[in-house]
């Protein structure tokens, strides 16, 4: 890749100083990075291994999920062990929020879930709880809205625009903390496509400059394409001032992570030098391999190198415009592969495929990408009629 202009960057927002243990994200300071620890929770070697090797790397923060009790009792055990400045990802069950709370530094809580449980309850109970919890524990929250799990409510109203039903849910669930008294919180809207998040952030910080933005393009995949996709995201994004912290989210194996840091410092001190890299020609008009950056839940370790084997298989397919999302798990694998032309997720002995929202049925992870081909030609086929 080559330099080819330099632009000129505007100063940050003047966005909130949130707290996190020792990091402060927003407020002027150094935008800082981050990564998600990909082991399960529940095997503590490995995730302290896990979170010592992105320290190593530099990220500021980790971040781990936690979905049941017996991630708590580990969570507390990792601890114990790292010091770390820790962030926790809750899934559907936000009442675990009590039980993380002493054990980290920020939670993370997704607006799309929170309806999953206790549906009667108003959302407002619900986020009341939360931020009472954080603030009795000294934590910090963030507000992490997914494009591919926006509140059902959201994406009623908004219809086709799902960047604005992002937007959306986001901007209600920092009025509701507001109107809490509850501020010391961030927010991130993420998508697996680059300028839907460009779009999002930037439909945001217009609204609310003040709260400081996590920016990260979900499932990016594998480099070179992942890394691509989210440099150009930041790019976009960072010189206009928005941004205060970053997570680059690749699909590597357990023991690359920290080229997620890596990669994140060398796209900062890039943006901050004013280079700024070009796409390479049709970047984004062919194949498109969307895949998740695995975390906890994976499945089946599995995962990482079937989504190596679908892009060496799918590279005959590179000149068309064909998605293939390939995820980790039960939890968002059947939401976060309904938009593409081809999505897998893994189950822990089978992967599921489907073609748009329909499923194929299951099939052993040595056997998948054999019925993967036949659906792709059937789809090139198709295109070509
Ligand atoms: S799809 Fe599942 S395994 Fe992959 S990052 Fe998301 S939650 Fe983790």
Redesign the pocket.
């Known amino acids: 890749m080559a330099d080819i202009h330099l632009i000129e960057t505007k100063p940050r927002n003047e966005t909130r100083a949130v707290r996190v243990g020792n990091v402060t994200i927003g407020g002027g300071a150094p935008i800082a990075v981050q990564s998600m620890a990909a082991t399960k929770t529940q095997n503590i070697e490995a995730t302290v291994r896990q979170v010592q090797l992105l320290e190593a790397a530099g990220a500021d923060l980790v971040r781990i ?1 936690v979905d049941s009790r017996k991630d708590v009792e580990a969570l507390a055990e990792i601890r114990g062990r790292t010091s770390a400045v820790l962030s926790v990802d809750l899934q559907e069950n936000y009442r675990l929020a009590e039980f993380v709370a002493p054990h980290v530094n920020k939670i993370r809580y997704n607006p799309g879930h929170l309806y999953h449980h206790e549906r009667e309850k108003p959302v407002r109970d619900k986020v009341a709880f939360i931020a009472e919890i954080a603030q009795r524990n000294d934590c910090a929250l963030r507000v992490g809205v997914n494009c591919g799990s926006v509140d059902p409510v959201m994406t009623a109203k908004f219809g086709d625009d799902d960047v604005g039903a992002m937007v959306a849910s986001a901007l209600e669930h920092c009025a509701i903390l507001d109107d809490l008294g509850f501020t010391r919180y961030v927010v991130s809207m993420k998508d697996s496509d680059w300028k839907k998040v460009v779009e999002g952030n930037q439909r945001f910080a217009a609204q609310r400059p003040d709260v400081p933005l996590h920016l990260g393009v979900t499932e990016a995949g594998m480099p070179p394409e992942g890394i691509i996709k989210t440099r150009v995201a930041f790019e976009q994004l960072i010189p206009q001032g928005i941004g205060d912290t970053i997570r680059v989210s690749l699909t590597l194996p357990f023991e690359r992570k920290g080229e997620e840091i890596a990669v994140g410092r060398e796209i900062l001190a890039d943006i901050a030098a004013g280079r700024f890299r070009s796409v390479p020609p049709r970047f984004g008009e062919g194949l498109n391999i969307i895949s ?4 906890s ?2 499945e089946n370790e599995a995962f990482i190198e079937l989504a190596q084997h679908v892009k060496e298989m799918a590279a005959y397919a590179q000149d068309y415009a064909i998605t293939i999302a390939v ?3 039960r ?3 059947p939401g ?1 592969t309904d938009d593409a032309d081809l999505g897998l997720w893994c189950g822990p002995a089978a992967v599921n495929l489907k073609r748009g929202e329909e499923s194929l049925g299951a099939y052993p992870y040595d056997e998948v990408l054999d019925r993967l081909r036949v659906e792709l030609d059937a789809i090139i086929e198709a295109r070509r009629r």
């Open positions: 999920a998740c950056p695995s975390c839940r994976v995820m980790g798990c939890v968002n694998g976060e």
